[in-house]
């Protein structure tokens, strides 16, 4: 665990205790290969090279890599599985399907709700082990992918056992490459571990280059069409398109799924209404008095244990009172529930029922994360006057989350550049998005349902249980994972 990992910050899980923390076990040394980092919300390229060439060794990063990019890939294929689970009760996803990028969260009771698309993070793993791997013709031992997150929990989300190249790689390639799973992301570092190891390095952040390199002073990346997808430079479909207000600041996954219902009901409108507080919100797609869709977002835990338990279907006694009194509570009509274990502030203005982007904008979740940099943090920075409150604090953090897009004119150097056929073809999203699939598929010889989506277990737990020895329980985790270390 981390060092900075304080006691408050284990409300990132929903039953904070040792039972929900897996501990990484500490990897052996890696051959010389490709390093490649992913950034989210927080830090740049620019600043991203320039704090990895002042380091003490001169460590650098071959590719600095968006995961925006891979996103887009996963509100599209989200967008199609909510709507896979309201035409057919027989899907994989059970209706309503919850989101399940935010690993900080889990109960046995939501598991057939889970949506199976992996999260940004997982996708852009698999994505540059998969790709540069099959390019160069090397290892994937010898490619070294570290996140940059704003969430603790995501370290917790690499570490599954599901996501590695086990999930995603043939079987007679398996047998070629030995049993040792290899992980599609190797390290996660939050925002705030980043601020605390350039401080213990006598690294200023303020006095980083700002200038993104230049485009001769970048490795181009070995596929050109991949390439183009995760590294675009004039698309209408940019990366950061669903970085704004109204997609809020968790993903934008309901807002994706809230905008494509509208466009299937010509005329149409959204609608919000707020819950039992401002982090539970109830979204409809309506057109007079009908109702074509119903979304949600929980945030936080308290509202997410009230979630749990709508969605628990009584039993025993309960079960018979439900049925005497017709109750039917723990049915519930959504398409979609967004949850994020990060609350909002319960400080901000009061909520507005009649403005449903104003509801989806409002601050918190990601942008609030465990591992995202506090206000007490600051110090360590030393940059201008810090705000007087979190509050603020955080108003300033979404700010800079929004004007992402504003970069984009002084980067011009670091992006791929489309022709005029492939910027027309961006412009439709859906159809972007699969034809950039059936290529990366293609490309590395996997079945694209298998490099996408990913699935969960329930894992039992050992708390109020008789303890067990050291060796008893190597040996129940050798025999669980099957001889991985």
């Known amino acids: 665990m981390s060092a900075i990992l304080s006691a408050d910050d284990l409300n990132d899980f929903i039953t904070p205790g040792t039972a929900c923390i897996k501990p990484v076990e500490v990897l052996p040394a890696l051959p010389q290969g490709y390093e490649v ?13 320039g704090l990895a060439s002042r380091t003490k060794h001169g ?27 309201l035409e057919n009760a027989s899907s994989y996803v059970k209706k309503p399907v919850l989101t399940s990028a935010c690993p900080g969260w889990t109960h046995p009771h939501i598991l057939p709700h889970l949506s199976k698309i992996k999260s940004p993070q997982a ?38 056992e599901e996501l590695t190249d086990r999930s995603w790689r043939d079987s007679a390639t398996l047998e070629t490459t030995g049993n040792t799973p290899n992980r599609d992301v190797d390290c996660v570092v939050t925002a705030r571990e980043i601020t605390s190891l350039a401080d213990s390095c006598g690294i200023s952040f303020p ?19 991949i390439a183009k997808f995760i590294f675009p430079l004039n698309s209408p479909w940019r990366n950061d398109r669903n970085q704004t207000a109204e997609a809020g600041t968790s993903g934008g996954f309901l807002c994706h799924v809230l905008r494509s219902q509208q466009r ?63 109750a039917q509570s723990w049915k519930i009509d959504y398409g979609l529930v ?5 609350p909002g502030n319960s400080n901000l203005h009061a909520f507005n029922t009649y403005c449903w982007l104003a509801q989806l904008s409002r601050a918190g979740g990601c942008t609030n994360g465990g591992g995202q940099v506090k206000l007490d943090d600051l ?4 940059q201008g006057r810090p705000p007087s409150s979190q509050k603020d604090w955080l108003a300033l953090v979404n700010k800079a989350y929004y004007s992402v897009g504003d970069e984009h004119e002084e980067d011009a150097d670091s992006g791929v550049e489309l022709d005029e056929e492939e910027e027309e073809e961006s412009i439709n999203g859906e159809r972007h ?8 598929a293609k490309l590395v010889g996997a079945d694209r349902d298998k490099l996408v989506l990913t699935e969960f277990k329930q894992v039992e737990s050992n708390v109020g249980k008789p303890k067990q020895s050291d060796t008893e329980r190597v040996a129940e985790v050798a025999a669980r994972l099957s001889g991985w270390w």
């Open 433 to 440: 998005v699969f034809r950039f699939l059936l290529h990366w």
């Open 338 to 342: 967004e949850v994020m274990a990060c």
């Open 207 to 225: 006095d980083l280059p700002r200038k993104a390199l230049k485009s001769d002073a970048i490795l181009p990346f070995p596929d050109k069409t």
């Open 59 to 85: 460590n650098h990063f071959t590719f600095v890599v968006d995961t925006n990019a891979m996103r887009n890939v996963a509100l599209e294929l989200g967008r199609g599985e909510v709507l896979a689970a």
């Open 264 to 326: 299937l009901h010509p005329g149409s409108e959204i609608q919000s209404q707020r819950g039992r507080n401002a982090d539970t919100i109830e979204f409809n797609v309506t057109d007079g008095n009908e109702v074509f869709f119903r979304g949600a977002r929980y945030y936080g835990f308290r509202n997410i244990s009230n979630l749990v338990r709508r969605l628990k279907k009584p039993v025993g006694k309960t079960a018979a009172v439900a049925r005497r009194t017709g």
């Open 379 to 382: 110090s360590s920075i030393k």
């Open 123 to 160: 996708l852009s793993g698999t994505l540059l082990k998969s790709v540069l791997s099959q390019c160069y013709g090397i290892a994937l031992e010898q490619i070294y992918v570290l996140a940059i997150m704003p969430w603790f929990d995501k370290k917790l989300e690499a570490s599954r």
């Open 37 to 49: 980092t992913q950034e989210r919300e927080t830090i740049n390229d620019a600043t991203a090279n």
